[in-house]
Protein backbone atom coordinates (compact mmCIF):
# COMPACT_ATOMS: atom_id res chain seq x y z
CA UNK A 1 0.00 0.00 0.00
CA UNK A 2 0.99 3.69 -1.24
CA UNK A 3 2.27 5.26 2.29
CA UNK A 4 -0.13 8.17 3.91
CA UNK A 5 0.28 11.51 5.70
CA UNK A 6 -1.62 13.05 7.50
CA UNK A 7 -1.66 15.36 10.89
CA UNK A 8 -1.70 14.35 14.24
CA UNK A 9 -4.78 16.16 15.11
CA UNK A 10 -7.12 19.33 14.54
CA UNK A 11 -9.72 21.15 16.00
CA UNK A 12 -13.37 22.43 14.33
CA UNK A 13 -15.71 24.30 15.40
CA UNK A 14 -19.68 22.73 15.72
CA UNK A 15 -21.49 23.59 12.91
CA UNK A 16 -18.41 24.38 10.57
CA UNK A 17 -17.10 22.34 7.76
CA UNK A 18 -13.92 19.78 8.94
CA UNK A 19 -11.54 19.48 6.06
CA UNK A 20 -8.95 16.42 6.61
CA UNK A 21 -5.98 16.38 4.54
CA UNK A 22 -4.11 13.58 3.24
CA UNK A 23 -0.77 13.50 1.09
CA UNK A 24 -0.53 10.00 -0.70
CA UNK A 25 2.66 11.41 -3.29
CA UNK A 26 3.58 7.74 -4.43
CA UNK A 27 -0.35 6.25 -5.00
CA UNK A 28 -0.14 4.23 -8.01
CA UNK A 29 -3.08 4.50 -10.91
CA UNK A 30 -5.11 1.38 -10.06
CA UNK A 31 -5.20 2.44 -6.34
CA UNK A 32 -8.16 3.84 -4.52
CA UNK A 33 -7.86 6.46 -1.51
CA UNK A 34 -10.49 5.03 1.53
CA UNK A 35 -11.32 7.00 4.58
CA UNK A 36 -12.48 5.43 7.78
CA UNK A 37 -13.38 7.06 11.12
CA UNK A 38 -13.08 5.70 14.75
CA UNK A 39 -14.61 6.93 17.35
CA UNK A 40 -13.85 6.34 21.31
CA UNK A 41 -14.49 2.88 22.32
CA UNK A 42 -16.20 1.76 18.63
CA UNK A 43 -14.99 0.02 15.90
CA UNK A 44 -13.86 1.43 12.36
CA UNK A 45 -16.93 3.38 10.27
CA UNK A 46 -16.31 3.41 6.41
CA UNK A 47 -16.72 6.80 5.26
CA UNK A 48 -16.08 7.39 1.75
CA UNK A 49 -13.99 6.56 -0.96
CA UNK A 50 -12.77 7.07 -4.75
CA UNK A 51 -10.17 6.80 -7.45
CA UNK A 52 -9.93 10.36 -9.25
CA UNK A 53 -13.19 12.00 -9.39
CA UNK A 54 -14.31 13.90 -6.57
CA UNK A 55 -17.30 11.52 -4.58
CA UNK A 56 -19.81 12.55 -1.89
CA UNK A 57 -22.40 10.67 0.06
CA UNK A 58 -24.56 11.13 2.80
CA UNK A 59 -21.53 11.28 5.38
CA UNK A 60 -19.04 13.46 3.58
CA UNK A 61 -17.20 14.83 0.33
CA UNK A 62 -13.73 13.53 -1.50
CA UNK A 63 -11.46 15.41 -2.96
CA UNK A 64 -8.68 14.00 -5.34
CA UNK A 65 -6.18 16.31 -6.92
CA UNK A 66 -5.65 16.05 -10.43
CA UNK A 67 -2.41 14.45 -10.26
CA UNK A 68 -3.57 12.28 -6.99
CA UNK A 69 -1.15 12.90 -4.61
CA UNK A 70 -3.46 14.14 -2.04
CA UNK A 71 -7.05 14.22 -1.13
CA UNK A 72 -9.44 16.12 1.46
CA UNK A 73 -12.29 14.83 2.85
CA UNK A 74 -15.33 17.60 3.93
CA UNK A 75 -17.35 16.63 6.46
CA UNK A 76 -19.89 20.07 6.03
CA UNK A 77 -21.58 20.37 8.92
CA UNK A 78 -19.44 18.89 11.76
CA UNK A 79 -21.23 17.66 14.88
CA UNK A 80 -19.97 16.42 18.34
CA UNK A 81 -20.58 13.22 17.57
CA UNK A 82 -18.03 13.82 14.77
CA UNK A 83 -15.38 13.85 16.90
CA UNK A 84 -12.86 10.57 15.99
CA UNK A 85 -9.30 9.52 14.62
CA UNK A 86 -10.05 9.52 10.69
CA UNK A 87 -7.64 7.29 8.69
CA UNK A 88 -7.01 7.60 5.10
CA UNK A 89 -5.82 4.75 3.19
CA UNK A 90 -4.59 4.06 -0.19
CA UNK A 91 -4.97 0.20 -1.73
CA UNK A 92 -5.92 -1.79 -4.54
CA UNK A 93 -9.66 -1.26 -4.66
CA UNK A 94 -10.48 -5.57 -5.89
CA UNK A 95 -7.69 -8.72 -5.74
CA UNK A 96 -5.40 -10.08 -3.30
CA UNK A 97 -3.79 -7.04 -2.66
CA UNK A 98 -7.59 -5.46 -1.63
CA UNK A 99 -8.05 -7.46 1.67
CA UNK A 100 -5.61 -6.47 4.52
CA UNK A 101 -6.42 -3.11 5.84
CA UNK A 102 -3.58 -0.97 7.61
CA UNK A 103 -4.44 2.32 9.47
CA UNK A 104 -1.34 4.80 9.98
CA UNK A 105 -1.76 7.17 12.97
CA UNK A 106 -4.51 9.19 11.29
CA UNK A 107 -5.94 12.34 12.02
CA UNK A 108 -7.69 12.55 15.68
CA UNK A 109 -10.69 15.26 15.05
CA UNK A 110 -11.89 17.06 17.89
CA UNK A 111 -15.34 18.82 17.12
CA UNK A 112 -15.34 21.88 19.83
CA UNK A 113 -18.92 23.50 21.17
CA UNK B 1 -29.25 -8.08 10.43
CA UNK B 2 -28.51 -4.65 9.50
CA UNK B 3 -24.48 -4.64 10.69
CA UNK B 4 -21.87 -6.78 11.98
CA UNK B 5 -22.61 -8.25 15.58
CA UNK B 6 -19.49 -9.63 17.55
CA UNK B 7 -20.53 -11.27 20.89
CA UNK B 8 -19.27 -10.99 24.01
CA UNK B 9 -18.80 -7.11 23.76
CA UNK B 10 -16.00 -7.68 26.87
CA UNK B 11 -14.62 -10.96 28.04
CA UNK B 12 -12.60 -10.79 31.00
CA UNK B 13 -10.84 -14.55 31.78
CA UNK B 14 -7.90 -15.73 33.66
CA UNK B 15 -4.14 -16.47 32.22
CA UNK B 16 -4.16 -19.66 30.62
CA UNK B 17 -8.28 -20.12 29.98
CA UNK B 18 -9.28 -20.94 26.16
CA UNK B 19 -11.69 -18.13 25.25
CA UNK B 20 -14.20 -18.19 22.00
CA UNK B 21 -15.31 -14.78 20.13
CA UNK B 22 -18.17 -14.87 17.79
CA UNK B 23 -18.95 -12.49 14.79
CA UNK B 24 -22.01 -12.53 12.82
CA UNK B 25 -21.53 -10.96 9.23
CA UNK B 26 -23.83 -8.65 7.24
CA UNK B 27 -25.83 -11.13 5.33
CA UNK B 28 -25.13 -11.45 1.94
CA UNK B 29 -21.24 -10.80 2.78
CA UNK B 30 -19.10 -13.66 1.54
CA UNK B 31 -15.49 -12.38 3.25
CA UNK B 32 -14.87 -11.55 6.64
CA UNK B 33 -11.91 -10.25 8.24
CA UNK B 34 -10.44 -10.44 12.00
CA UNK B 35 -8.26 -7.83 13.07
CA UNK B 36 -6.74 -6.78 16.37
CA UNK B 37 -6.60 -3.55 18.05
CA UNK B 38 -4.00 -3.14 21.04
CA UNK B 39 -4.40 -0.02 23.13
CA UNK B 40 -3.68 3.24 21.06
CA UNK B 41 -2.00 0.70 18.08
CA UNK B 42 -3.66 0.50 14.70
CA UNK B 43 -4.97 -2.81 12.85
CA UNK B 44 -3.63 -5.90 13.26
CA UNK B 45 -4.70 -8.50 10.27
CA UNK B 46 -5.48 -11.78 11.62
CA UNK B 47 -7.33 -13.89 9.54
CA UNK B 48 -9.81 -13.64 6.02
CA UNK B 49 -12.11 -15.55 4.80
CA UNK B 50 -13.31 -15.70 1.36
CA UNK B 51 -16.38 -18.11 0.50
CA UNK B 52 -15.25 -21.81 0.72
CA UNK B 53 -11.43 -20.60 -0.38
CA UNK B 54 -9.12 -21.97 2.25
CA UNK B 55 -8.61 -18.76 4.45
CA UNK B 56 -6.02 -16.40 4.58
CA UNK B 57 -4.30 -17.59 8.04
CA UNK B 58 -0.87 -15.34 7.59
CA UNK B 59 -1.83 -12.52 10.48
CA UNK B 60 -2.61 -15.44 13.08
CA UNK B 61 0.61 -14.64 15.94
CA UNK B 62 0.63 -18.22 16.81
CA UNK B 63 -1.02 -21.60 17.36
CA UNK B 64 -3.16 -20.12 20.08
CA UNK B 65 -5.15 -18.42 17.79
CA UNK B 66 -7.25 -20.31 15.22
CA UNK B 67 -10.60 -19.48 13.51
CA UNK B 68 -13.29 -21.35 11.90
CA UNK B 69 -16.14 -20.01 9.37
CA UNK B 70 -19.38 -22.30 9.31
CA UNK B 71 -21.49 -22.71 6.64
CA UNK B 72 -20.09 -19.55 5.27
CA UNK B 73 -21.40 -17.47 7.80
CA UNK B 74 -21.33 -17.17 11.39
CA UNK B 75 -16.96 -17.03 12.52
CA UNK B 76 -15.46 -17.95 15.73
CA UNK B 77 -12.17 -16.63 16.45
CA UNK B 78 -10.87 -19.24 19.69
CA UNK B 79 -7.97 -18.09 21.58
CA UNK B 80 -6.24 -21.10 23.40
CA UNK B 81 -4.28 -20.59 26.64
CA UNK B 82 -4.49 -16.67 26.83
CA UNK B 83 -1.69 -15.15 27.63
CA UNK B 84 -1.90 -11.24 29.40
CA UNK B 85 -0.34 -9.70 25.81
CA UNK B 86 -3.95 -11.19 24.24
CA UNK B 87 -5.58 -8.51 25.53
CA UNK B 88 -6.88 -6.12 23.16
CA UNK B 89 -9.74 -5.30 21.22
CA UNK B 90 -10.95 -8.18 18.43
CA UNK B 91 -12.42 -6.54 15.73
CA UNK B 92 -14.40 -8.53 12.59
CA UNK B 93 -15.17 -6.94 9.66
CA UNK B 94 -17.21 -8.39 6.41
CA UNK B 95 -17.39 -7.53 2.85
CA UNK B 96 -19.01 -8.19 -0.38
CA UNK B 97 -15.96 -9.70 -1.40
CA UNK B 98 -12.45 -8.48 -3.42
CA UNK B 99 -14.33 -6.44 -5.57
CA UNK B 100 -16.21 -3.30 -6.48
CA UNK B 101 -13.88 -1.44 -3.56
CA UNK B 102 -13.93 -4.13 -1.34
CA UNK B 103 -15.58 -1.78 1.17
CA UNK B 104 -15.14 -3.24 4.69
CA UNK B 105 -17.71 -2.98 7.64
CA UNK B 106 -16.40 -3.79 11.07
CA UNK B 107 -18.35 -4.86 14.09
CA UNK B 108 -18.20 -2.83 17.42
CA UNK B 109 -15.25 -5.65 18.79
CA UNK B 110 -14.73 -7.65 21.86
CA UNK B 111 -12.63 -6.14 24.37
CA UNK B 112 -10.76 -9.36 25.76
CA UNK B 113 -8.64 -8.32 28.90
CA UNK B 114 -6.71 -11.51 30.53
CA UNK B 115 -5.70 -11.26 34.33
Known amino acids: DAKTTQPPSMDCAEGRAANLPCNHSTISGNEYVYWYRQIHSQGPQYIIH???NNETNEMASLIITEDRKSSTLILPHATLRDTAVYYCIVRVGSGAGSYQLTFGKGTKLSVIP | GAGVSQSPSNKVTEKGKDVELRCDPISGHTALYWYRQSLGQGLEFLIY????????KSGLPSDRFSAERTGGSVSTLTIQRTQQEDSAVYLC?????????????FGAGTRLSVL
Open chain 2, 49 to 56: FQGNSAPD
Open chain 2, 93 to 105: ASSLGLVGGNIQY
Open chain 1, 50 to 52: GLK
